[in-house]
């Protein structure tokens, strides 16, 4: 393992031959071995901000000003509480009858994230709200066009969990066989398994493809792998 190329320093290397704490003294201050002098009764260099100095002449408030806007006396804006005018911010839905694809960030479903009152909540459900109307308690929202970053409500529609589960099958949009993350068997193998049953008993064929007898009853009597 490769280690930081600070003396002393036996972290592991981040970044630039630098562990993560020296590699961020660099970022913020331009040398990886800065330390922030420590003031001691100091008031902030502000005009007017009699808080102590925490960092560069600066109090904790001005220094975070400083951190997100670059200026430490800019005040950042505060965002609207609106629902309406955050959603336009990212995106603007017109009346089409294509996807329109939330361009933001995702969840690893690929439905888009939308922030809002400090949470974050999936884009499809904030559209669906804004321009259809409110979702009744304990139902859904579903993709008629089957395609998770859409945000367009012509696509969208409500229905209860047991529908969405509903639309995967008849869609094909269901993992099975080796499609399935679990899968240990390829559709050859299954096909194998079939064809050799009358020839070999399951105990046999279980040893053969190091898999339980009762997976090899499953798949005999096509209780699993019905799709082929």
């Known amino acids: 393992m490769q280690t930081c190329s600070i003396l002393d320093c036996d972290s592991p290397v981040l970044s630039r031959s630098l562990c993560n704490k020296h590699y ?8 990886p071995e800065y330390r922030r002098p420590r003031v001691i009764d100091s008031q ?25 806007n670059g ?23 017109t009346e089409t009858n294509d996807c329109i694809e939330w361009t933001e960030m995702t969840d690893r ?23 259809v109307g409110p979702i009744p308690d304990g139902l859904v929202v579903r993709h008629k066009c089957d395609n998770p970053p859409c945000v367009n409500p012509l696509h969208l529609e409500v229905g209860t969990g047991v529908d969405n589960t509903n639309d995967r ?23 194998e398994i079939r064809s050799i049953s009358d020839d070999l008993n399951y105990r046999e064929i279980a040893m053969k493809f190091s898999i339980s007898r009762s997976t090899v009853w499953q798949i005999v009597r096509r209780k699993t792998w019905r799709h082929i």
């Open 24 to 31: 961020i003294r660099w970022s913020r201050h331009g040398d």
């Open 44 to 68: 902030c260099t502000i005009d007017g901000c009699a808080r102590g100095q925490y960092a560069r002449g600066w109090c904790t408030l001005h220094y975070d000003r400083w951190l997100n």
């Open 109 to 131: 479903d690929g439905y888009g994230l939308f922030s809002f009152g400090n949470r974050h909540r999936r884009a499809h459900r904030a559209s669906y709200e804004l321009h």
């Open 71 to 93: 200026n430490p006396c800019e005040v950042q804006k505060r965002r609207g509480n609106d629902l309406a005018a955050r959603f336009a911010e990212y995106i603007t839905v």
């Open 169 to 191: 099958f008849i869609r094909g949009r269901s993992a099975r066989g080796e499609s399935g993350g679990r899968a240990k068997l390829t559709e050859a193998q299954v096909l």
